[in-house]
């Protein structure tokens, strides 16, 4: 039997997974870092900013698009309006509902802290790669994020 069709045993699979936690922990970790200290933004904040389209978006829509739960997004959401990085217009169609918006200071932040991002992902993750590699691990990656087909 070839080496590539050796069957894998689950504690190598166990460590591909852990190995792959660490690195994404590494990741985040620096873009974490490098956001709050160059933009005095949290990862989560960065997450709730570049998720809002250019013509702005609902509230309701924008919790689809990250990961908070709604108490948490409307608490982070009050946090940067605070800022002056976000506003919030009522909806005509919608009494209950809001449109939210970033100002001129939260996309001037938002260009910033997306180059700041981009250059932590290249320092920490992409510039460690090949392109070929990264081609590989898109492929892969897409194939994770794939829904499973039920049988049946």
């Not at 894998?8 to 956001?35: C, P, Q």
Request: no cysteine; hydrophobic share 45%; glycine share 6%.
């Amino acid at each position: 039997m070839a080496q590539s069709e050796r069957v894998v045993s689950r504690g190598f699979k166990v460590g591909v997974w852990r190995a792959y936690m660490e690195v994404n922990h590494e990741v985040l970790t620096a873009i974490e870092r490098a956001l709050a200290d160059r933009h005095r933004l949290s990862i989560s904040e960065f997450d709730v900013l570049v998720n809002i389209p250019l013509a702005g978006t609902r509230l309701k829509d924008l919790k689809e698009r990250v990961v908070l739960t709604q108490s948490a997004l409307s608490r982070l959401f009050d946090r940067l309006a605070q800022r002056g990085l976000l506003a919030r217009s009522p909806l005509e169609e919608d009494q209950r509902g809001a449109m939210i918006t970033l100002t001129e200071e939260g996309r001037k932040l938002l260009r910033a802290a997306v180059r700041t991002n981009a250059e932590v992902v290249e320092r920490t993750f992409a510039g460690k790669l090949t392109d070929d590699e990264l081609r590989t691990l898109d492929a892969l990656v897409a194939r994770l994020k794939a829904p499973e087909v039920s049988e049946g």
